[in-house]
């Protein structure tokens, strides 16, 4: 038994699936980095092998997928037809395809398509580089990477690191290319994100939860992120106009829940960072 990877598109407005493809009939558990009894399930009915692990998918212009798989370590290109579906090319892993110039990546996250151009790609990698199973060796790094599906190879833009020696994360993460060319990063299992110059010059770097330097020892990573994400804020929310009284230029309304007017528990916190418009 095997954790299968499920793809599928579908059009909201009716419910309709228009593509679907999954890991199980084109991916063979021979790719996989991992094997069974490794933690990540003994293949039994009760604990099905993960040996794919899909972690991220993007569509390109041609219409065509590219897919994440951080248990094989590799990039997958998907034909977009859904009577085919085939495996276009590989990028990294055991059988890949395309060769990498400069640059390796495993156990990868948020695989995303930055540019396309009939059969040249530039995408973002957040190279986790650790699965947490073992001692880490090289720290987790974001990428960009040019890659000609037409020639075969990939070629290095730009690696970004965290300061101060790097971060090892074991799990999730994410990259951002933001729209003045900076690079944003969430570091996933480790609770840091930071901000580069295209040129990989780090310009933030921040801390938002407590961590353990030695988590593979503790089994601990207490804070975690899936994914954080730079976008514009605006310091004053629409609802505080429609809350507020006559009187004033901001509130919000608060509600408690508890048996009676007078047995309610709920405490509030509230924090605001930052100046108002």
């Not at 101060?164 to 003045?180: E, F, I, K, P, R």
């Not at 060319?181 to 969430?186: K, M, S």
Request: hydrophobic residues 30%.
């Amino acid at each position: 038994y095997v954790v299968d990877c499920l793809l599928q598109e579908m059009d909201l407005s009716s419910g309709k699936v228009i593509y679907e493809w999954n890991a199980a009939h084109h991916v063979n558990t021979s790719e996989s980095m991992k094997s069974p009894n490794s933690g990540f399930g003994d293949g039994s009915s009760g604990a099905p092998f993960d040996y794919f692990h899909c972690t991220s998918v993007d569509k390109d212009a041609s219409g065509n997928y590219v897919l994440s798989a951080g248990h094989t370590s590799t990039i997958y290109f998907v034909q977009g037809d859904r009577n085919q579906g085939d495996i276009l090319r590989r990028l990294g892993g055991n059988l890949s395809d395309i060769q990498l110039r400069g640059f390796n990546f495993s156990y990868q996250h948020d695989v995303r398509i930055v540019n396309h151009n009939d059969s040249q790609y530039s995408i973002s990698i957040f190279n986790n580089a650790w699965d947490g199973a073992s001692n880490p060796t090289t720290a987790s790094t974001g990428i960009l990477a040019f890659v000609d599906t037409k020639a075969n190879t990939s070629t290095l833009i730009q690696s970004y690191s965290a300061p101060n020696g790097g971060l090892h994360s074991a799990d999730y993460g994410n990259m951002q290319v933001l729209s003045n060319g900076n690079v944003f990063i969430g570091w996933g299992a480790m609770p840091f994100f930071s901000e580069f110059t295209p040129n990989g010059r780090c310009v933030l770097h921040a801390q938002f939860g407590q961590y353990d330097p030695n988590p593979l020892q503790s089994r601990n990573w207490t804070v975690q992120s899936t994914r954080v994400v730079r976008g514009p804020w605006s310091s004053k929310p629409p609802f505080f106009d429609l809350l507020a009284p006559a009187n004033q230029t901001h509130a919000i309304a608060l509600v408690g829940y508890g048996d009676s007017r007078n047995q309610t528990q709920t405490t509030y916190y509230a924090s605001w960072n930052g100046a108002t418009n």
